[in-house]
């Protein structure tokens, strides 16, 4: 395994990303962000309003997605970023920062994803965008380093899967 390894935990809102990302990162010894703490000022009350990001506004979020994962690598330390990374170009942003990116796709039915989000609350996230994130959601393509995780797993066997595909288990 890479001493540099750098993970994305993908997928829409109520996913689970941060909760595996952390763990996942805590098994691996690796740091982790959550590329909610990137997002600006101004794309957080869009949100909070209930309006889903245009892509000239994710722009800049997704390339602050980048450079931490190109500066975790530069350092040699590995990195897991909970980051929902919903389309195929935002993902190619990544991958001109960090080519060998592993993406760790949490997916669900949209009736789990919203019998979750029904259950907390998010600062700036509103469950109203999940309908519009599944709209917008690209599943990895074959060329793409990842695997896709059904997230009515318990999250052990989650990390467990992931493990396994990073050759770390």
Known sequence: MSAALSIVVMG???SGKTTIGEALA???HFEFVDADWLHSHDNREIMA???ALDDARRLPWLHAVGEQLRDARARGVGLVCACSALKKAYRDVFRDYVSDVFFLHLDGSPELLEE???AR????MPASLLGSQLATLEPLGADESGIRVDVSA??????ERALLAVGAS
């Open 26 to 28: 805590r098994t691996l």
């Open 154 to 159: 318990a999250p052990s066997d989650i990390i």
């Open 121 to 124: 609350h998010h600062e700036f």
């Open 49 to 51: 309003s209930g309006q």
């Open 12 to 14: 829409v809102s109520g």
């Open 116 to 118: 979750r989000l029904k």
